[in-house]
């Protein structure tokens, strides 16, 4: 079977190409590249990024995206693979990507607008499958999905998602879930949302089997 895009897709596509050209491209990419918090991805790129779509491909119209799927998403990770900043997009699209299909109303209705535009950074985290998050360092939000469940735990003052302390890793871009009282390095299900004095913000998403 094969696949073409249409011709609206490729439009896209020569758009966004020439777009990450005009920013710098590759030269860009490595002056940022081991950037803890934009994690290769200038600040300037990753706001043009959300302004014509990208974090929306694979989502659904009815919730503020393209209305596309994977295919286009792939496409246009290809592309920006070619400038060496396909792997944070990659993270944060696959988070989004969660969110619009595991969580919940509320959960979407919170948090799907900052994704979509990128005002709000997310890494994705399955538990049991890693312990590090890649291009976590960036990240405002960890969105953890186990099965059908979904949390979206928050970025504390002082770096640390829902208390656990990270230890550092060969590619400093990524985050080590390994040590603290976080259900994300226990590896424990379901935990009770912090009060209001908390820093970090954590929501649990429980569907009926």
Same mark, same amino acid.
Not at 148 to 160: A, Y
């Given at each position: 079977? *094969?696949?073409?895009?249409? $011709?609206?897709?490729? /439009?896209?596509? @020569?758009?966004?190409?020439?777009?990450?050209?005009?920013?710098?491209? @590759?030269?860009?990419? !490595? !002056?940022?590249?081991?950037?803890?918090?934009?994690?290769?991805?200038?600040?300037?790129?990753?706001?043009?990024?959300?302004?014509?779509?990208?974090?929306?491909?694979?989502?659904? %119209?009815?919730?503020?995206?393209?209305?596309?799927?994977?295919?286009? /998403?792939?496409? /246009?990770?290809?592309?920006?693979?070619?400038?060496?900043? $396909?792997?944070?997009?990659?993270? *944060?699209?696959?988070? +989004?990507?969660?969110?619009?299909?595991?969580?919940?109303?509320?959960?979407?209705? !919170?948090?799907?607008c900052g994704l979509l535009d990128g005002s709000t950074r997310a890494a994705?985290?399955?538990?049991?499958?890693?312990?590090?998050?890649?291009?976590?360092?960036?990240?405002?939000?960890?969105? %953890?999905? @186990?099965?059908?469940?979904?949390?979206?735990?928050?970025?504390?003052?002082?770096?640390?998602?829902?208390?656990?302390?990270?230890? %550092?890793?060969? $590619?400093?871009?990524?985050?080590?879930?390994?040590?603290?009282?976080?259900?994300?390095?226990?590896?424990q299900s379901g935990s009770e949302p912090s009060d209001a004095t908390g820093?970090?913000?954590? %929501?649990? *998403?429980?569907?009926? +089997?």
């Open positions: 079977m *094969h696949f073409s895009p249409d $011709d609206d897709t490729q /439009a896209f596509l @020569r758009g966004l190409r020439q777009m990450v050209d005009d920013l710098g491209g @590759r030269a860009l990419a !490595r !002056r940022t590249m081991a950037d803890r918090q934009t994690c290769g991805v200038s600040p300037e790129l990753w706001t043009l990024l959300g302004e014509v779509g990208v974090f929306g491909l694979s989502v659904s %119209e009815d919730d503020g995206g393209q209305g596309g799927g994977w295919y286009e /998403a792939c496409l /246009a990770l290809e592309v920006l693979s070619k400038s060496l900043v $396909d792997g944070p997009v990659w993270a *944060h699209l696959t988070a +989004v990507d969660a969110v619009a299909r595991v969580g919940s109303a509320a959960q979407r209705e !919170r948090w799907i994705l985290w399955l538990p049991g499958t890693t312990a590090t998050v890649p291009f976590g360092e960036g990240a405002d939000v960890l969105v %953890e999905v @186990r099965g059908e469940d979904l949390r979206v735990v928050t970025k504390q003052p002082d770096g640390t998602f829902d208390g656990f302390q990270s230890t %550092e890793t060969m $590619d400093p871009t990524w985050l080590s879930l390994c040590a603290g009282p976080s259900t994300l390095c226990a590896g820093a970090a913000e954590s %929501e649990t *998403h429980d569907r009926a +089997v």
